[in-house]
């Protein structure tokens, strides 16, 4: 089974989540941050991943840790469900548009992590998120998840369909990253091994 289930506690927030990489799709989501939620619903759903996150956070100061260590404990959950990467296809790509937006999710999986997210906001928040949060969370992911991540909103006019069509398309690119291709032995690397 390629799942993995991360605790993390410290003094602003307790996370429990788990991911199992070849789900159907189902998400049990209860971050305390409702935006968080839903985009975390379009992520396993596209990217028929099953993912239930239950987390508590001092959301009387902000949502800001919260939605990073859940970040945290995503990626790190795919670093650890993907154990030693032996045969996957490793990198992929998806355009998703979500009405007048249209974004671009590439993804590597070779281990070594890297970010380059591009998108603009028309404003501060997204449901009550501050809206550069979504570049937080891509960005910790990443690292976390030993994963080299672009993402670029192409174009679009609303705030809430840019981050939609991100979270759709971070899915359904790490979906097709992940399979494990049956024609490959051991790591997708010429190095051999995966950094």
């Not at 307790?14 to 998400?27: K, Y």
Request: proline letters at 4%.
């Amino acid at each position: 089974m390629r799942s993995a289930t991360i605790d993390r506690i410290t003094n602003e927030t307790e996370v429990h989540l788990t991911l199992d990489l070849d789900g159907r799709g189902r998400g049990r989501l209860s971050t305390g941050v409702g935006f968080l939620d839903h985009m975390l619903t379009l992520f396993a759903h596209h990217g028929l991943f099953n993912l239930e996150v239950q987390a508590q956070g001092d959301l009387h100061v902000d949502p800001h840790h919260t939605v990073e260590d859940v970040a945290i404990c995503l990626g790190q959950a795919l670093d650890r469900a993907l154990g030693e990467r032996a045969a996957i296809v490793r990198t992929a790509h998806a355009y998703v548009p979500m009405d007048e937006a249209l974004a671009l999710v590439a993804v590597d999986l070779g281990g070594r992590p890297y970010a380059q997210i591009d998108v603009t906001w028309r404003s501060p928040a997204l449901g009550g998120m501050d809206a550069d949060l979504v570049r937080h969370f891509l960005e910790t992911v990443a690292f976390h998840g030993r994963l080299n991540l672009h993402a670029r909103v192409l174009y679009g006019r609303n705030d809430h369909h840019q981050a939609e069509a991100l979270f759709k398309a971070l899915g359904r690119a790490l979906d097709a990253a992940t399979q494990v291709d049956p024609r490959r032995e051991g790591p997708p690397s010429t190095k051999g091994m995966i950094v």
